[in-house]
């Protein structure tokens, strides 16, 4: 029987409560939007901006605002201070590039500063790194299109799993890697050609009735844009650490999506007779016990980082923390809630067939 942490047989309405799950949803994507087009915006960090970062370390603490000001010098353009760790002697420096990018130049100009702002109090350089906008333009669209390529191959291994339409999916694969090949010659912008590609890739998986792969690619820009506007909110700068955790958030959010959705299909074929509505709500509670142990203890050992870990990983596991909870919820809410809003579509009509020929004794067949 194995160990159930929930019992197999519980019976909770999660569909039935699918609309206070949108409306939240809506909520925090409006509020995500507000904080990036008028608030706080995305904040990128040096791997994608460009600039300099710089992390001191004093022999006595500091107060913020005055490390703020004795910095606001011409050699440190637009610098920004983040306190990290305990005591008050840790802080990490923000810059744009100066003149000079050469980093002893930098380093130099850095040290000079800091005597001359705090002569009684000398600091110390732990690490120096320097970004040009070349690199960050480079690093930028290889994060934009790493994300799209996987939620591409998502969508063709989803429905080639779950709707046996191997070969629909790989020509949506293939037009689509090819459009972002010709996308690339154009003048626009990586971001804007992304989000054009993921427009494109949810129209076909919805003209094809890819029903499976159209769920799971919803629910996982569902959390990504969620995530992004909660980043957006908490002023969190998104760095190479970020995004590795953002890309980290599409593996796990689509793992506990499968488990749902294979479950989903044996009940299509072994309870035929019920309808749609109640053969998800069927699935979701029979793996509830294995939801439940896989989000706590991933939770469990991120909040661990996130508490324990020191700055330098602090926002990745805020990130990761975010993300186990969107994505858990999404599972149930948004990738599978999609089957029952496109309706009993071909994917279902499919499965009562193959189940009615599938058992001729009972159904009179010889």
């Known amino acids: 029987m194995g160990f159930a942490f929930i019992k197999h047989d519980t019976h909770i309405d999660f ?4 609309r206070w799950a949108y409306a939240i949803s809506i909520l925090i994507l409006l509020a995500g939007l507000a904080s990036v087009l008028w608030g706080n915006g995305l904040r990128l960090g040096i ?52 003149e000079s990018g050469d980093a002893s130049v930098l380093r130099t100009n850095v040290l000079k500063a800091l005597a001359q702002a705090f002569p009684d109090n000398p600091a110390e350089i732990q690490r120096l790194e320097v970004v040009g906008p070349k690199v960050g333009d480079d690093l930028t669209n290889k994060a934009l299109s790493a994300l799209y390529y ?20 790989a020509i949506m694969a293939a037009a689509l890697w090819g459009g972002m090949y010709l996308f690339s ?20 998986c919805f003209v094809l009735k890819l029903n499976f792969a159209l769920g799971a690619v919803v629910g996982l820009l569902h959390d990504v844009f ?18 590795a955790a953002i890309l980290t958030i599409v ?11 294979d479950r989903l299909r044996e009940n299509l074929r072994a ?33 661990s980082l996130f508490l324990l870990g020191g700055g330098v990983i602090h ?48 159904h009179g067949i010889v």
């Open 315 to 362: 926002d990745f596991a805020l990130t990761m923390l975010i993300g186990v909870v969107v994505g858990t919820a999404s599972s149930i809410y948004v990738s599978s809630a999609i089957l029952l809003a496109l309706g009993d579509t071909d994917f279902y009509v499919r499965a009562q067939e193959k189940e009615k020929y599938e058992r001729p004794g009972e």
């Open 150 to 169: 996987a939620v591409l191959l998502i969508a063709v291994y989803i429905s080639g799993r779950f709707e046996q339409r191997w070969m629909a999916g």
């Open 226 to 243: 969620i995530t992004l506007g909660l980043l957006s909110i908490l002023d969190v700068e998104i760095d190479l650490n970020v995004m």
């Open 47 to 98: 791997d994608f901006a460009g600039g300099v970062i710089v992390q001191v370390q004093f022999a006595q603490p500091v107060e913020d605002e005055a490390l703020k000001k004795s910095l606001n010098i011409p050699e440190l353009p637009g610098i920004t201070t983040q306190r990290f760790g305990e005591g008050g002697r840790d802080y990490l420096l923000r810059f744009s590039s100066s």
């Open 251 to 261: 593996g796990y959010s689509l793992n506990d999506t499968i488990i749902v959705y």
């Open 15 to 18: 569909i039935g409560k699918r």
């Open 185 to 204: 010659f154009t003048p626009v912008s990586m971001g804007w050609q992304v989000l054009l590609a993921l427009a494109i890739t949810l129209m076909v």
């Open 271 to 303: 309870r035929p007779e019920l309808d749609l509505a109640s053969l998800i709500n069927r699935s979701v509670n029979q793996t509830l016990s294995r939801t439940i142990l896989t989000s706590g203890t991933t939770f469990v050992a991120t909040l």
